[in-house]
């Protein structure tokens, strides 16, 4: 392997530290809400989701907007990172709602109902596997 085949270490480093954080934060949420709320739903999911699309919408925008405005490394660690590890649902909600941005609908609701119905099946798809292999 060529060794500029990975990007460079200060920049996995950056990635590496946010996203350590933001699942770390991911995990005191989950543990929070469901102390708080109990477990009839996934309270904690819908606020990580929700909280995360809101950072990702304000990060994306600044920082598309006035790519100086923050040194690469900690937009690496804020958004890649931090956002990353909390949700990945924000990077899908700011790269869908950029389709649309671009004036391109069917590709934003085709990565929408993708996301979503594909990946709902595959979560099955892993449940079914699991439990012709584990016997469940």
Known sequence: MASDALP???QMLAVFIGGAIGSLT???AGYAFGA???ADFPWATLFVNVAGSAWMGWA???L???PTAMDPLLRLFLTTGFAGGFTTFSTF????WGLFQRGEPLL???NILGNLIVGFVFAYV???IARTQGGI
């Open 64 to 66: 598309t907007a006035k």
């Open 60 to 62: 994306g925008t600044l």
């Open 126 to 128: 892993g449940i079914m």
């Open 93 to 96: 909600a700011f790269e869908s």
């Open 36 to 38: 708080w709320l109990g």
């Open 108 to 110: 934003g609701w085709a």
């Open 26 to 28: 991911r995990f005191v």
């Open 8 to 10: 460079p270490w200060d």
